[in-house]
């Protein structure tokens, strides 16, 4: 019996244009942030160095040894990238630091704005101006306060909230009024427009862009009879077109370490344009025409999913590989590959700090790097090649935005790689089913809607992978965050992938990974110390938003409210072990309060909903009544009304009457609410600020307003009534607020008077979760902590 010969490992890579991309790359990065005259200084310094070091490899300048030969040009190459990256951002910064612009954004100047639209529209929450779209435009003009105008081709970004400034195309001119501001930093954007109205639009974007929004159009109409969460994630997933997904899905997605499915990315152009090379390859094509072939699907795929920068970016780093599969070199895909993050880098500088540009770079490396030779070793191990590639294109992908992912969400998820490997199965049929119905959707609808159906099945598959993913305890390890974690990570992960070479090394490397992970998750289970025996009430780091647990059983809680984001509370309610919410009270419908409800549905049962008469705002309200619909009964509260939860007795101590013009009617029409658990009294106030407070004070007996335990309203906001916080003297103060809000919350006066008064102040801020406990001694308090570089969600 003859056995055909497994094939062994590929050549070595070929890395000369490495060198000059990585050094290009990071140039740009730190450039964004130091300014265009430091890295002017960089550019003189590393041209100089590089001319020498090229004299000298020429032999003008002396004889290099050996040694030097060898690595010299390598030397030369980063020394050339040094000098472009620095020479190419300092450029772009000196444009978008010119003083006309800039001298407006700072003195906050109402403006007028020709501009063009760069990207699609894109929703961002924000707890005081609901409905809020951020949109990336490029400066054409700019007619200032005086009448004055200015012409200048810098970046800004537009911050709107008139509905007319959704559905703008990319590549749409208009004309925009409103209020200058100085960006955040830390990339090309000059300016930031806060617009004041609806967008007066100038003609028509490109043919290209108009095509591809009717095809995104069909698309979401063939996909709109579906079940809410395939029919919402399959236009993410083919044209990153997001607007239908449910945001549990999105949560769960982000939980699961597959959230990289949400948005188009290199993977997606690699599944369309791999599926041509297949059929090309089929019909015996030869490999230039196979090129053409792969090429004309490249930019129909760009063109369906809007050529927007992003998807130029994914395209490219898509399309690197399979080209040169396609033309008969493999071998020459890496090098194209840092030729094009070089060439995108010098003309975008921008991108260096584009996570997602990031993400693409490291993850079409792993594969053209990693991916091979694991696919090639567990083939040797007689693992079957279908499997075999299985197996290492996910972890490869995985291993190499590692670090990446690490230091953005600093945490280092565990079920990133199993769950990615069951997604494969299901990500090419789901994209090139849904290729396929978005094409048919203009002559076609019917067809569209069958294949749309088609597709739904394993986009469904994806749905059920992230729930379950998303729910496993321990999926995720706290890590360091920012730069220091992912550096680290890196570091570990090139340690680990040089040492595992040696086979000694590398059973040596296994068993000291499993027993980390083992004792680690060992630790979470056994010990996690929260959340802490005799808790009364925690309260969640959400971010810049409440949401307050008041036990009622093993398992079962009252909540208070439910932060801004869905995955937050669910994440907290997970952490306390919740998985029944008899009542969810809802103190007022902002954003922070009411945006993460569906995170609370998110496998738990939900008996009733109590609300406020109030109604404002109207999107909150909806968004309540949404989640709760078919779910859960919505109850309104009355002043004095008492509500009973098995242990937990709730007193609805106001609004004693509805409030009208205050600084803000919606915080000061808040509930306000004195609960009573295990003999401790909480009082849970919301937003309520000093007009409600004085209301209360006024209508509500002394005793009923004494309380041991305070939620700081407003996230302890300087609004405070000096009576009504008297009147309560608590002696533990619970301040739910998020890192580095731009609110100044919580005020430190106020801080400080209630420490003065001997209140314990928590803050979710700083201190994670927090919670009261009564003990035997009396009442006492718990951290869960931030994890070190972690801020709360």
């Known amino acids: 019996m003859t056995v055909a010969p497994v094939v062994g490992d590929p050549p070595p890579p070929d890395l000369r ?50 040694l030097a030969r060898r690595y010299g040009w390598i030397v030369v190459a ?27 954004a700072e003195q906050r100047a109402p403006v007028t704005a020709d501009l063009v639209v760069r990207d699609d529209p894109r929703p961002i929450r924000s707890a005081g101006r609901p409905g809020m779209l951020l949109v990336s435009g490029e400066l054409i003009r700019l007619t200032g306060p005086d009448g004055q105008r200015l012409r200048a081709s810098v970046r800004v970004l537009v911050l709107a909230t008139d509905p007319a400034w959704r559905g703008l195309l990319p ?110 390859r089929w019909a015996r094509a030869g490999p230039w025409l196979a090129g ?70 490291l993850a079409t490396g792993g594969l053209l790097l990693l991916a091979p030779r694991w696919r090639d070793g567990l083939r040797r191990r007689g693992v079957p090649a279908g499997l075999a590639e299985a197996l290492a294109v996910p972890a490869a992908a995985q291993v190499a935005c590692g670090p990446v992912v690490a230091g953005i969400s600093s945490t280092v998820s565990l079920v990133a790689v199993p769950a990615n490997l069951l997604a494969v199965p299901a990500i090419a049929p789901a994209t090139v089913l849904g290729v396929t119905a978005a094409v048919l959707s203009p002559v076609w609808p019917a067809g569209a809607g069958f294949v749309a159906w088609l597709a739904s099945w394993p986009a469904w598959w994806l749905v059920v992978i992230a729930r379950h993913g998303a729910r496993l305890p321990a999926g995720t390890l706290a890590w360091p965050g920012g730069v220091r974690g992912a ?36 630790v979470r289970f056994v010990a996690s110390g929260w959340p802490p025996p005799g808790w009364v009430v925690v309260a969640c780091a959400v971010g810049q938003g409440d949401a307050l647990v008041l036990p009622v059983a093993p398992g079962r809680a009252v909540l208070v409210d439910a932060g801004p984001e869905p995955g937050a509370v669910d994440g907290c309610l997970r952490r306390l072990g919740i998985r029944e919410v008899p009542l969810l009270v809802v103190s007022h419908f902002h954003l922070d309060h009411v945006g993460g409800v569906t995170g609370v549905f998110r ?66 029409n808040s509930l306000v609410l004195r609960a009573t658990v295990a003999g401790v009294s909480v009082l849970l106030p919301g937003d309520a600020e000093t007009e409600e407070q004085h209301a209360v004070l006024v209508r509500t007996p002394p005793e009923q307003l004494r309380a041991d335990v305070l939620k700081v309203a407003h996230h302890g906001s300087a609004y405070q009534d000096e009576g009504f916080l008297a009147a309560v003297r608590p002696a533990v103060a619970l301040v739910p607020v998020g890192t580095g809000n731009t609110y ?16 314990r102040v928590l803050r979710t801020d700083t201190d994670g979760d927090v919670a009261a406990i009564r003990t035997t001694h009396g009442l006492a308090v718990a951290r869960r902590g931030v994890p070190p570089g972690r801020p709360p969600p």
């Open 603 to 668: 496998g738990r049962r939900v008996g009733a909903v109590l609300t406020p008469s109030a109604t404002e705002p109207a999107s909150g309200r909806a968004a309540v009544r949404a989640a709760a619909a078919g779910r859960a009964t919505m109850r309104e509260a009355t002043a004095g009304a008492r509500h009973r939860v098995g242990g937990v007795e709730l007193l609805v101590l106001g609004p004693p009457y509805p409030l009208g013009g205050t600084r803000s009617d919606p915080n000061n």
């Open 171 to 280: 590549g749409q001119r208009l004309t925009a009024d409103g209020r200058l501001g100085v960006p955040r930093g830390g990339d090309l954007t000059a300016a930031v427009l806060a617009a004041t109205g609806p967008p007066e639009r100038r003609g028509t974007p490109s043919w290209a862009q108009r095509a591809a929004g009717t095809l995104r159009a069909g698309l979401q109409r063939a996909c709109a009879p579906l079940p809410d969460d395939p029919g919402g994630l399959l236009p993410g997933l083919v044209v990153g077109d997001t607007s239908r997904l449910p945001p549990a899905v999105e949560e769960d997605f982000r939980a699961t370490g597959m959230t990289h499915l949400n948005a188009v990315s290199g993977s997606n152009v690699a599944i369309v344009v791999g599926a041509v090379l297949l059929v090309a």
């Open 744 to 759: 100044g919350h919580p005020n430190p006066a106020l801080l400080a008077r209630l420490s003065r008064n001997g209140a």
């Open 292 to 361: 053409l072939l792969c090429g004309v699907a490249l930019v129909g795929f760009v063109i369906l999913v809007r050529p927007s920068p992003s998807v130029v970016r994914a395209a490219t780093m898509g399309a690197i590989g399979l080209v040169g599969l396609a033309v008969g070199r493999p071998r020459a895909a890496l090098p194209a590959l840092a030729a094009a993050v070089t060439v995108l880098v010098l003309v975008d500088p921008e991108l260096a700090g584009d996570a997602g540009f990031a993400l693409s770079v």
């Open 487 to 522: 550096l680290l990570l890196a570091g570990l992960t090139v340690a680990l992938l040089v040492a595992a070479r040696r086979p000694l090394v590398r059973r040596l490397v296994a068993v000291v990974a499993v027993a980390a992970l083992v004792g680690a998750l060992g």
């Open 78 to 104: 980063v020394g050339l990238g040094v000098f472009c990256g620095a020479a190419a951002t300092s450029a772009r910064l000196l444009v978008r630091d010119a003083p006309p612009v800039r001298t407006l």
């Open 17 to 66: 244009l490495a060198g000059l991309a990585v050094a290009a790359w990071l140039t740009a990065l730190t450039g964004l942030h130091l300014g265009p005259r430091p890295l002017l200084l960089v550019a003189g310094v590393a041209a100089v160095s590089t001319a020498l070091g090229t004299l000298r490899l020429l032999g003008r300048l002396g004889r290099p040894g050996a």
